[in-house]
């Protein structure tokens, strides 16, 4: 921290300066809605998710299961997550079906999130009505239920609606192991903070090891564990990412957008899109 003195007037102020190195966290909304389901109703379709699917149950009572473990009866103020690439199955009751509101989530580390609050691993929390989890839950959903016009205004409400139900869920209801999880958390941030700052550079997996003194094998699992991903497709996928933000914003050549997310040829930077987006970097930006 710095300190500087300065004197006005003949009074004496402090001006004090702390830098604070605070990562963005990548979640998104993609999708919600709410369902009186019928007795016995079950989901028919595929239950392997390639986002996160948030549930609270406003009414009713049901059974759900995720892979690996046993069916728990849940009913009204109950919550249960449909993780991201994990089976699972869920079943209204045949008397007194539920019904329930759900809220899709993608982003890089929701997986993270979700590890550590109550909800990792068996992906049901029991009584969190009334909570302030549950009371962020409700505003989010109201906020994207109330169909407002998406300015800017409206869509950094329902960033910072969403961001305060993680803040509630994970202090209301933090899993067992996330104090055992910190140190591996820290790793993984310095690992995307590193690739965040580098790949301009032509950063690749190695350097990342070698800038945090560890092994691939453990940045692997450490990547896996908390986005789903191996190093190198983060790594790619954050260069896809903003190169995409490039075509769409800039004039710039094919060429100079390639530079500028760490490749060193338009050839190499166009297959790599090409196999990422599924379209080369002219057919992208028209």
Request: charge should be positive; include cysteine.
């Amino acid at each position: 921290m710095n300190i500087l003195t300065d004197i006005l007037g003949g009074s004496r102020m402090e001006f004090k300066y702390k830098r604070v190195d605070i990562e963005h966290v990548d979640c998104n909304v993609v999708f919600y809605g709410r369902e009186q389901t019928r007795p016995n109703y079950a989901f028919g379709g595929n239950n392997v998710r390639d986002s996160y699917v948030l549930h609270y149950i406003v009414s009713g009572k049901g059974r759900f299961a995720s892979a690996g473990h046993k069916s728990v009866a849940l009913g009204a103020g109950d919550c249960f997550l449909l993780p991201q690439s994990v089976p699972c199955f869920y079943q209204a009751d045949g008397e007194d079906p539920w019904a329930y509101e759900w809220i899709g989530l993608t982003g890089m580390h929701l997986g993270e999130l979700f590890d550590r609050s109550g909800l990792a691993d068996k992906y049901w929390l029991r009584h969190v009505d009334g909570s302030a989890f549950q009371e962020q839950f409700a505003a989010l959903f109201q906020g994207l239920h109330s169909g407002r016009a998406a300015t800017l205004a409206n869509e950094l409400q329902v960033q910072s609606q969403l961001y305060a139900m993680f803040y509630t869920l994970l202090t209301e209801f933090p899993g067992k192991g996330a104090q055992e999880r910190v140190g591996a958390t820290a790793t993984m941030n310095q690992a995307v903070t590193f690739m965040r700052q580098n790949y301009p550079r032509r950063c690749n997996v190695t350097d990342v090891c070698t800038a945090l003194h560890v092994s691939r094998t453990y940045l692997y699992t450490l990547f896996r564990r908390f986005v789903g991903m191996s190093p190198q497709q983060y790594l790619t996928q954050m260069r896809m990412d903003e190169a995409k933000q490039l075509l769409r914003t800039t004039d710039n050549a094919v060429d100079e957008v390639a530079a500028r997310v760490g490749y060193k040829d338009a050839f190499t930077f166009s297959k790599a899109f090409k196999r990422a987006v599924g379209a080369s970097p002219r057919k992208y930006r028209q």
